[in-house]
């Protein structure tokens, strides 16, 4: 048996997403039962509808940016009850066994690949959807525990946009003595700005325009200057320890390796339609990476989560209904969204 969910679907890359229902799986004694609260709004949600990752396995029901309640657990879960407060990011499964899953890195998983919370096909067989739907059944070992002091809708986006910027601030070491900067403040820029200052690294903000300058101290950047302005490059030469760059078209590669010191690291986390091209001088010239990250593991995602907690650190949201999810989309495209949509839950009916 299955059950049937009220959802919102995408079904082709050119139509308006629309209401559907679709079929999730009966809980097993390993799976919980969230009854979606809020559900985010990632870039990544329109790339996957529109086909600009590759054909997408319509209809798809997209949201990887979960955060609800638990209103049922399996006789076998151990560390959710009825109740608590939970959230589903990026992904459902992965094999558990190749080397990547068991250093905790499922999202990398070397053996069948992790499955995706949405657009991919589940263990037992079914297609997978996502957050904009009224609840999801998930595996408790892919569902994280949201802090209690942190309001559902301000968690939603934690769990794409928070651990996409917080993994890579910690693999390459943010913290106090550390000089970051953040191109482009969206929807991952201003976690990123929130969570680099809130490790103690000095911020700085690299952004096309001024325009969002007043937010982005606001947030925590400790200085913001403008791309566009090719005086920037020049000053802020040899100026940082790591740069995460957000912005997936339109970004001076090599400029921005250029402003990276000695074994500096830039960190690619949005992903191009086109494929990017630069010289590789700034590379060797200062023994520099460029690297990418990827979302981040089961447990360090847990880990994110509880650091928010404790600096009590959410997204900033802008609250819609389903019925608003286009307009949202096109809005996203415009980049006129401070800084993230979140669905109210509760509007997905039959």
Not at 50 to 78: D, L, M, Y
Not at 251 to 273: F, H, K, S, Y
Request: charged share 20%; glycine share 12%; with cysteine.
């Amino acid at each position: 048996m299955t059950l049937s969910v009220p959802a919102y679907a995408a079904f082709s890359p050119t139509e308006p997403l629309r209401p559907a229902v679709v079929q999730r799986r009966e809980p097993g004694p390993k799976d919980i039962v969230i009854d979606i609260v809020w559900a985010g709004i990632c870039h990544s949600d329109i790339h996957t509808v529109r086909n600009h990752w590759g054909p997408a396995s319509f209809p798809v029901v997209p949201g990887h940016e979960i955060a609800g309640i638990v209103t049922q657990v399996g006789s076998e879960v151990e560390k959710f009850a009825v109740g608590d407060h939970a959230g589903v990011g990026c992904m459902v499964g992965s094999c558990g066994e190749c080397p990547d899953c068991k250093a905790g890195e499922e999202q990398y998983c070397s053996g069948t690949g992790m499955i995706g919370t949405y657009n991919a096909v589940g263990k037992d067989g079914l297609a997978t959807y996502g957050g904009y739907s009224d609840l999801i059944v998930v595996d408790e070992g892919f569902a994280l525990k949201v802090p209690a002091n942190l309001p559902l809708d301000q968690v939603a986006p934690l769990l794409c946009a928070g651990i996409t910027t917080y993994s890579p601030l910690r693999h390459w070491g943010a913290g106090p003595g550390t000089r970051v900067g953040v191109v482009g403040l969206g929807g991952l820029g201003h976690m990123a700005v929130k969570l680099a200052d809130a490790m103690g690294s000095e911020v700085t903000v690299l952004s096309q325009s001024l325009r969002k300058q007043e937010d982005g101290f606001t947030l925590g950047a400790d200085h913001y200057y403008a791309t566009s302005d090719k005086a920037t490059f020049q000053q802020l030469a040899r100026s940082f320890d790591l740069i995460l760059n957000t912005v997936s078209d339109g970004v001076d590669i090599a400029g921005l390796l250029n402003l990276l010191d000695r074994d500096g690291t830039l960190v690619q986390l949005g992903l191009p339609e086109h494929p990017l091209s630069f010289s590789p001088s700034p590379l060797v010239m200062g023994r520099r990476r460029w690297a990418g990250s990827l979302i981040g593991g089961i447990a360090e995602t847990q880990e994110m989560l509880d650091f928010c907690g404790e600096k009590g650190i959410g997204s900033e949201v802008e609250r819609i209904e389903s019925s608003q999810i286009n307009e949202a989309y096109e809005r996203v495209l415009k980049s006129d969204v401070r800084y993230r949509f979140v669905i109210d839950g509760s509007t997905f009916t039959a």
